[in-house]
């Protein structure tokens, strides 16, 4: 049973440049969560999605910043015109449908390391 | 969410068992504890979790309070593959599911 993938691992753009981040769940879980990590800090809740609809985007910068799940394939996570700030690790989470998640916890990606250049 | 606090850091002796403490003084009836570790860089790795009785995993053991104000994981014989950041995080039930994440503890594993 494969876990949380996220690709690419490591991802460089310019600045001005658009990044992509994509997040395919575990098999049977259909709740999706992306955190940041800024360096040398904590991570930071920015999204919350089930297929096809943003549960939760308060953690999301207003602008640049948008994210997807749609009925079939991974979740994305779309950074517009890339800036230096943006440099980080994205990290993407999974869970099951149901109240039943509060017994699980959340499974984790290995992240995509994101370098502004 | 409650609030938790952590020490920033802690060394532990290989072998030996480490004991995380936190306190989640506010917590409410229906907040579970969390406990997640980071090993350098990797993705935030779930460890255990709890409502109000003792718990005890593969990985660890979690021993909560009678008035649920703090909690203590417990790695009962720690490797060096166990330094990491722990992260201790108090969430409900229900529709909302961000877990938050504090600053946590930098358990260092010596030989």
């Known amino acids: 049973n494969a876990g949380v993938m996220q690709n690419p691992r490591h991802l460089v753009r310019r600045r001005g440049q658009e990044a992509r981040l994509r997040c395919s769940p575990m098999k049977g879980h259909s709740h999706v969560y992306w955190y940041r990590q800024l360096p040398e800090e904590g991570l930071k809740f920015m999204v919350y999605l089930q297929k096809e609809n943003i549960i939760d985007e308060s953690g999301m910068p207003k602008e640049r910043f948008s994210a997807e799940f749609p009925k079939e394939g991974p979740s994305i996570l779309r950074i517009q015109q890339v800036v230096r700030g943006d440099s980080a690790a994205y990290f993407c989470a999974s869970s099951p449908p149901g109240p039943g998640w509060v017994n699980y916890g959340y499974t984790f990606g290995s992240g995509t390391r994101l370098t502004v250049v | 969410d409650a609030k938790t606090t952590q020490p920033p850091s802690m060394d532990c002796a290989e072998g030996r068992a480490a004991n995380l403490p936190c306190n989640h003084s506010t917590i409410s009836g229906n907040e579970y504890v969390y406990w997640y570790r980071q090993i350098h860089s990797q993705g935030p790795q779930y460890i255990i979790h709890g409502l109000k009785n003792n718990e005890t995993n593969e990985m660890a053991s979690l021993i909560i309070t009678e008035d649920r104000k703090s909690s203590t994981l417990i790695l009962p014989h720690a490797t060096l593959r166990d330094t990491a950041v722990y992260y201790c995080?108090?969430?409900?039930?229900?529709?909302?599911?961000?877990?938050?994440f504090g600053s946590g503890t930098q358990l260092t594993v010596l030989p």
């Open positions: 995080i108090v969430a409900k039930s229900g529709s909302a599911r961000q877990l938050t």
